[in-house]
Structures are given as structure tokens and as C-alpha cells.
């Protein structure tokens, strides 16, 4: 009797951490699709200036930048402020270039566009205990074309059903 409730109980954890690892799986699957389509949508978006697109991505309690949080107020006033690091650095070339540019940051957004035409999204999690959380991702916009080592970076985090930014646009620890 102990020996066969001993390989039941083994049994169901194999078939459960089957279902959770598959599970986890099509999560990632999803979530990697949907981070690809942002992606997209906010190089489109930095490319027609369209700030309201870069806001939906931006958390009601703001965009937390490893030790500290950068309110939504501010970013939405950054994104009006022509002069303002970040409306530089996605939508104003030539400002960021005369007043922000450095190395981490070598141009701005729609400049790096604008000026590669084989950009490619590629997507990746942050790894929590040697495998990657679908709740943390990141999209990087490479280019073999680009004539800089610059790959933009942005980071989002999964919360509440939606990705918000988190570590960036801004520069983070820096």
C-alpha cells in the first residue's frame, strides 16, 4: 500500500511539473509574440513622433529604474517637452545629438530608424533561477546595416494582464 501512494505521489509532481513547464512554455510563446508586435508598434510610433503610443506603455505609478521610479507625471511631460532628455532621445535627431549624445546612448531612436533598413526584433526574458520570467522581457532593434555598435535596448515588465516599460527608455543606474 506505501509503495504504490509513494509512486502515485511521484507520478502526479512528474505530470504537474510536466504541465507547469509546458505551461510556462506557452506563456513565454505568447508573451515573446506580443513583445515583438510592441516592438513594431513603437518603432512605428518613434518614427510619426507619436508620443500617446510610447504613454500607453508607461505604468500609472511610473517606470521603475532599478532604484528609484520615474513618475508617469514626468514622463508625460518629458514626452511634450521638445527640450527634455527622452522627447530627444525617441523623436529629435539633431537635439540629442547637439545635447544628450554619449555613449550609452549614441543617437537618438528615430535617428537609428531612420537610418538602418534591416532591423530586426529580437526578443529575450530576464532569467530568474537559471530560466527566463515571462513577466520580464526585453526588445532589442538589430541591424547588420547599422554603421554603429548601438543596439537599442527597451525593457518591459508583465502587470495585470498588460507590459509596461521598466528600466527604460531612460538611462537606468547610470
Not at 511521484?10 to 505530470?15: A, H
Not at 500609472?60 to 532628455?85: A, E, F, N, P, T
Not at 547588420?144 to 527597451?154: D, H, I, R, Y
Request: aromatic share 14%; charged share 25%; net charge positive.
Amino acid at each position: 500500500m506505501k509503495k504504490s501512494f509513494f509512486t502515485f505521489l511521484i507520478v502526479i509532481f512528474f505530470l504537474s511539473n510536466t504541465a507547469l513547464s509546458a505551461n510556462n512554455d506557452s506563456v513565454l510563446l505568447t508573451r515573446k509574440r506580443d513583445l515583438g508586435a510592441i516592438g513594431r508598434e513603437l518603432k512605428e510610433a518613434i518614427l510619426k513622433q507619436d508620443a500617446a503610443v510610447i504613454l500607453k506603455y508607461v505604468s500609472r505609478d511610473g517606470i521603475l529604474c532599478i532604484d528609484r521610479v520615474v513618475q508617469y507625471g514626468k514622463v508625460l511631460k518629458d514626452l511634450k517637452d521638445k527640450s527634455s532628455w527622452l522627447y530627444s532621445y525617441l523623436f529629435a535627431p539633431k537635439e540629442f545629438g547637439e545635447k544628450y549624445k554619449n555613449p550609452l546612448r549614441p543617437m537618438a531612436l528615430k535617428q537609428y530608424f531612420n537610418n538602418t533598413s534591416d532591423i530586426q526584433i529580437e526578443v529575450s526574458f530576464i532569467e530568474h533561477k537559471g530560466k527566463p520570467n515571462p513577466d520580464w522581457g526585453c526588445i532589442r532593434y538589430k541591424s547588420g546595416s547599422a554603421q554603429t555598435n548601438f543596439v537599442p535596448e527597451l525593457c518591459f515588465n508583465f502587470m495585470n494582464g498588460k507590459w509596461f516599460f521598466s528600466n527604460s527608455p531612460y538611462i537606468c543606474g547610470g
